[in-house]
């Protein structure tokens, strides 16, 4: 029998607010433990919560770029349950009438058409707490991360294969990013995922049983849980067992998943509207501004790249990874009239050197305007492309110009025809067995002339020129 | 003079002409408190150092010519607000040891006037009862017979007024908490509508239906000590951002024409003879005075109490899960590992009436009986809701019993939580609504036992309620009459 995955996602997305949600203690990462603490996210007698507004505009703008609908009215609940990293026992959350709802993104996989993935929801909650071991006498609990503000995002379960949940992901990620609303970082657990898996004989219209894998936080480790998962459960199914409704934790130096609790423990958390706080009440108006005011996106950048820059598509997809790094091209390409050598540049040499180093392209030691000047140089004929990779490097180390560096190195190209036939002569000379070789008809010998004299000249000989002068004197 | 006597605007004017120190009054309520507690059990903590510290702070403010109303007046507070630096119990064993790191803000904005504080007093842990029995300090007793009940939950807020053990002294009310030990302990009791004052820093029980509110001598004071606590506080987002009106402008000795609802389904046959006694002569009073009295219906008055014990003990299950022995308040000390200390902590911290509640709302709310029991409730508390909007576009105040009967014994009720649980039933109604109610000492029982009339307003009908309790208190003396003890 053949078998056909059916997988859901709940990815929790970090907000980077400078609050958390509920009170005004800082959310920086890393801080001393119990540091950003006060009576609200210590859970105190007596403290209340008040909601955090930008929480709220981060909330509205990621729902606008999944095409959700925000609820005019919404409400939050708590979550009931003990945890020693839980301060008032309970999680103040969203249950019935989250603020967004009934949105989607498309993927597309390499060869296949595009596919609508939906999403059921989107809901804003705080973060726990931390518990910390190994401290000798028993455990700690850090609640610096208790309040921090989360959007829970869940999809339809629309993935048929690890790649689809993948490549969700990964497009949600770069949404989040964009906005600005989130730091993206994974391995700090700012955007963190669980999958739901389940399979069903292919043709079948019940869905199985699902299991929910927990802690998957790599576009790799959810792409390996999820085939694991799916090849654990046809095998399974296969050698006679059944699947059954459980949390299973993903452990990432095994590639496997194994049993964290089942249905018999599930909790009961006993959702209920909160009573210290009030409803949600979202105008039309605010939704229109946040709207209005929302950044570009990276599918309509991307498109907006194609057509306005003429960019090929692949080019388009690499440049509009991110945010910073399509702004960076985008930059050096307003200033340097050539958006295609641009795009090679800033996917090329730019991309190279950073990877060579712990920078990234917010803190590009070579600005933009200063790579679109080395592409003007380049354009008139100043240097050539390969003088213009050692400027580059020079640019790279020293914040200098790179016209500066040309003049004081004396890189500028050599376009005088009677300096280079001076050369072409000289080399002709020294090489009489390889003229003959080519005047008896091996043209491939042409590319070793041309070596030659690139090599006398340091590099700075104008190619075109040279290519001309020596097709004339080798005819000759 | 005998200090411990006076009422709020009394003891302001004397401080205010400097015929009074702040430190005697004081000294002379501290001695008041020394003398008669043992007998009353009114207070958990008596702060009489600080108090006198605070005094004397008053005291110099008063000499540089600034006295707001409450400078220099010795107050007590319920121990469920809390106070930085001294002990908040809410007296319970969890939290016997417990000392707030900030003032709830209704206390902050009294001591902001310079109100002194002399201690925090006894009630019914967490705020759950009407007797002030269920506390782990030990009962509060009537000082009207000390054979009787307080009322509760905040028993010692009344029985510290009776007792001429503060001037003046805050209480919540979930259900009743205020109006009905007011109105045994012959005081006047005043709940104010829901998100008139902040419940920032004070201990919730029932988060939807806690307020925070007055326990006086007589209206005045009410008015006066409403004025420092209400208003929008931004720490509390049930809390309203509506203007605060100047209450002691509506105390006006004025209810012509005054229209004057009498709910049926409070005046049902079998009511105590006192009590109905007590209601026939403040409306004879009324009456005479000019108010106009309607039948009205509140038709779904008989579900109330069993939708109060859904939502209170809902939202008080969740409340009360912060207590767990993690970071702070009482940790059972033998317990091996985390499950254990937790629940042993619980076990071991709360008494119970407090564990009874917390089971009820836990079942109601649990998975498969949350739309039978929480939801239906809440979609009760809806059609109270709306009797109470029916009823004020025919009339602009109700007048009530506060209580089926005057204070009864010590022990009589403990042993059937429902009975217990009926002592509620005409003010319960209030705090599902969201309105306002006052409690004012009425004719008293033939034994001598106070009994409070209960008139309720529109939502952020304070001023009206005030009013008509203004003049009914002017043409009878019953406020006036004390305990002797």
Known sequence: M?????IGLEVHVQLNTQSKIFCGCSTRFGAEPNAHTCPVCLGLPGALPVLNRQVVESAIMAGLATNCSIAHKSIFARKNYFYPDLPKGYQISQFEQPICEKGWLEIQLEGQPPKRIGITRIHMEEDAGKLVHGL????????????????????????????????????????????????????????????????????????????????????????QAIEYEIVRQIDLIEDGGKVVQETRLFDPNAGTTRSMRGKEEAHDYRYFPDPDLVPLVISSDWVERTEKDLPELPATKRQRFITQFGLPEYDADVLTASRPLADYFEETAAFAHNPKAAANWVMGEVTRALNDTTLNIENCPVPPRRLADLLHLIDQGTISGSIAKKVFEELWQNDKEPAAIVTEQGLAQVSDSGAIEAVIDQILAVNQGQVEEYRSGKEKVFGFFVGQVMKAMKGKGNPALINELLLKHLKG | ???????????????????????????????????????????????????????????????????????????????????????????????????????ATAWANMKKQGAVLLGKLNQDEFAMGSSSENSAFGATRNPWDTNRIPGGSSGGSAAAIAAQQAIATLGTDTGGSIRQPASHCGCVGLKPTYGRVSRHGVIAYASSLDQVGPVTRDVTDAALLLQTIAGHDPLDSTSVAQAVPDYSAALKNDVKRLKIGLPKEYFIDGLDQDVQRAMDNAIAHLRSQGAEFVEVSLPHTAYAVACYYLIATAEASSNLARYEGVRFGRRASEAQGLIEMMSQSRAEGFGAEVKRRIMLGTYALSSGYYDAYYLKAQKVRTLIQRDFNEAFKQVDILLTPVAPTPAFRIGEKTADPLQMYLSDIFTIPVNLAGTCGISIPAQPSADGLPIGLQLIGRPFGEETILQAAYSFEQTTDWHRQKAAL
């Open chain 1, 2 to 6: 053949k078998f056909q995955p059916v």
């Open chain 1, 136 to 223: 000798g006498n028993g455990s700690g609990v850090d609640l610096n991360r208790a309040g921090t503000p989360l959007l829970e995002v869940v999809s339809e379960p629309d993935f048929r294969s690890a790649d689809e949940a993948v490549a969700y992901l990964k497009q949600l990620h770069q949404i989040v990013t964009y906005l600005g609303i989130c730091d993206g970082n994974m391995e700090e657990g700012s955007f963190r995922c669980d999958a739901n898996v389940s399979v069903m004989p292919v043709g079948s219209d019940t869905l199985g049983t699902r299991a929910e894998i927990k802690n998957v936080n790599s576009f790799k480790f959810v792409k």
């Open chain 2, 1 to 103: 003079m005998e200090l411990h006597t006076l009422t709020i605007h009394q003891l302001h004017q004397l401080l205010k002409s400097r015929q009074v120190s702040s430190v005697e009054a004081t000294r002379s309520l501290l001695a008041r408190i020394e003398a008669t507690d043992s007998r009353i059990n009114a207070f958990i903590t008596v702060a009489a150092d600080q108090a006198m510290t605070a005094a004397e702070v008053a005291d110099q403010r008063i000499g540089s010519g600034d006295c707001a109303p409450l400078t220099g007046v010795p107050v007590a507070l319920k121990d469920i607000f809390l106070t930085e630096g001294l002990r908040t119990t809410c007296a319970s064993r969890m939290l016997e040891n417990f000392i707030a790191p900030y003032d």
